[in-house]
């Protein structure tokens, strides 16, 4: 079974800087999509950076171009998103996903779908 494991819960100030990374397991990355999607309570989930490793296409919601940064090193199983000039409107939980069944759609070199996750972490920006 595939695991996804993300790195621990951070705290962080306005227009900090911060890496998330994230353990893949039971899969040999390159062969579905990844991403990354985020949720606040009462609002729906969002999709926020993805990458097609076979495809090379990548993805990024409008609220994070130019900010956040998905990247993989397929050696490793791992997977990373960068984010700089954090805003307080940022926070939220953070997950790390695989390509699967579910309502949380992106759209890299192909439309995909990020239907397994992890535990999730929590991204605190401070104002």
């Known amino acids: 079974a595939w695991q996804l494991v993300e790195s621990g819960e951070v705290s962080v100030q306005a227009g900090g800087s911060v890496r998330l990374s994230c353990e893949i397991s039971g899969y040999i990355v390159g062969r579905k999509c990844i991403g990354w999607f985020r949720q606040v309570p009462g609002k729906d989930r969002e999709g926020i950076a993805a990458i097609d490793p076979a495809g090379y296409g990548t993805y990024y919601h409008d609220s994070v171009k130019g900010r956040f940064t998905i990247s993989h090193d397929n050696a490793k199983n791992m997977m990373y998103l960068q984010m700089n000039s954090l805003k307080a409107e940022d926070t939220a939980m953070y997950y790390c996903?695989?390509?699967?069944?579910?309502?949380?759609?992106?759209?890299?070199?192909?439309?995909?779908?990020?239907?397994?996750w992890g535990q999730g972490t929590q991204v605190t920006v401070s104002s």
């Open positions: 996903a695989l390509e699967g069944p579910s309502n949380i759609v992106v759209a890299v070199s192909r439309t995909c779908s990020l239907g397994y």
